[in-house]
């Protein structure tokens, strides 16, 4: 499966994004994909994923409350709409998911990125104060 992350740019602190990550090939609806960020001289850090059926949504708790998960089963597509933007939420933004199936008993939760194998190009979200 190939990700394509789009939707990143500037904004001003208080201001909003969605970002959008458009999967081609096949997906496994018990899969999750996750979205993880990246900033200059920081790991790679975990934002938030929901399986392709919907289900099983999870935060990091920096950022609950304020960016939320969603999906567009038809375009393959999933979203993430990201409120009340801070300075902090500047990085590079990555969607990920498994490139073949994984056991439907399990859901990662924050860092589990041996879960992940196939990740997008990244999309650059810059938040000025």
């Known amino acids: 499966v190939q990700l394509q992350a789009s939707g990143g740019g500037l904004v001003q ?3 909003s994004l969605r970002l959008s990550c458009a999967a081609s090939g096949r997906t496994f609806s018990t899969n999750a994909v996750g979205w993880f960020r990246q900033s200059p001289g920081k790991e790679r850090e975990f934002v938030a994923k929901m399986r392709w059926n919907g289900e099983s949504t999870y935060y990091a708790e920096s950022v609950k409350g304020r960016f939320t998960f969603s999906r567009d089963n038809a375009k ?3 979203y993430l709409q990201m409120n009340s933007l801070k300075p902090e939420d500047t990085a590079v ?9 994984r056991p439907s008993g399990y859901q990662p ?3 589990d990125m041996w879960y992940y194998d196939s990740w997008g190009q990244g999309t650059l979200v810059t938040v000025s104060s």
């Open 13 to 15: 602190a208080g201001g």
């Open 76 to 78: 393959n597509t999933v």
């Open 93 to 101: 933004y990555y969607c990920t998911t498994p490139a073949t199936r």
């Open 109 to 111: 939760t924050g860092g």
